[in-house]
């Protein structure tokens, strides 16, 4: 009984998407959301660390991201997908236009929106082909559009309708990267994983890890509007 609950919530997920999307169940929207990112790159024994300010205005569809280490940039995205990245020190900006950078990309999106029975994979071409369940975790197979060359399949494990493991495996059956999601930030509008760990395989038996740490979450009036409306220098030199 309770294993056929599981599967009638999620088809629910999956119809509704983002009237009710994953727990909170149809939390009430949230306008501004504001979080620092620590994250570590591990490397054939070196690490590299990279921190930044993550602005996202969900009523506008605005991303912004404040990078200040190790190299200081303000990237700005919109839900078109015009990405615009400027680099104060040299006084410099780079211009995009492709829905591929569309703030509806953000990783941070999905979770904001409640969004999270794929994290954006059926947007991609991924087919849900199979849900199985062992003991409290519920398992989601996807398989990937017929074009997609280096990933075949990709497994989503969830607890309580929040994401916790992916596993990427390549047409050879071979894992290609795994992804776990810890330490949940649980809010009355949203949930957001405060850990992600990504573990990405190569073909000569090596690994790179990312490792990012979200933290000082803030959501509405306590968000700092600076970076919605920072404006780029008119005279700043268009790079390409």
């Known amino acids: 009984m309770f294993r056929r609950y599981l599967e009638i919530s999620f088809l629910i997920l999956l119809v509704v998407g983002g009237m009710c999307g994953s727990q909170p169940a149809c939390a009430q929207p949230v306008g501004r ?3 620092h990112l620590l994250a570590q790159v591990l ?19 605005i991303f912004v991201s404040h990078s200040f280490y190790p190299k200081e940039s303000i990237k700005i995205t919109n839900k078109t997908g015009e990405m615009k990245i400027y680099f104060p020190e040299k006084n410099e900006v780079t211009i995009r236009q492709s ?14 929106n409640n ?10 071409g991924f087919v849900l082909t199979n849900t199985r369940y062992d003991e409290g975790y519920m398992i989601t197979e996807w398989t990937a559009p017929a074009g997609m060359k280096s990933i075949k399949k990709i497994e989503f494990v969830f607890e309580n309708f929040l994401p916790v493991y992916a596993c990427y495996y390549t ?3 071979n894992v290609a990267k795994k992804i776990y999601y810890d330490d ?3 809010g009355s509008s949203f949930n957001l994983p405060r850990l992600i760990t990504e573990i990405s395989y190569s073909d000569k038996n090596d690994s790179i890890i990312r490792r990012s740490r979200y933290s000082d979450i803030k959501i509405g009036n ?11 220098p008119e005279n700043a030199k268009i790079i390409h």
């Open 33 to 35: 959301v504001s979080v």
């Open 43 to 61: 490397n054939r024994g070196g690490k590299v660390n990279y921190e930044s300010d993550y602005y996202f205005d969900k009523d506008n569809g």
């Open 99 to 112: 829905s591929v950078f569309s703030s509806d990309n953000e990783l941070l999106y999905y979770f904001i």
């Open 115 to 124: 969004r999270t029975e794929d994290l954006g994979l059926s947007r991609e």
């Open 171 to 173: 047409p050879t059956g």
């Open 184 to 186: 949940y930030y649980l």
């Open 222 to 232: 306590a968000v700092n509007d600076h970076y919605f409306n920072f404006k780029i």
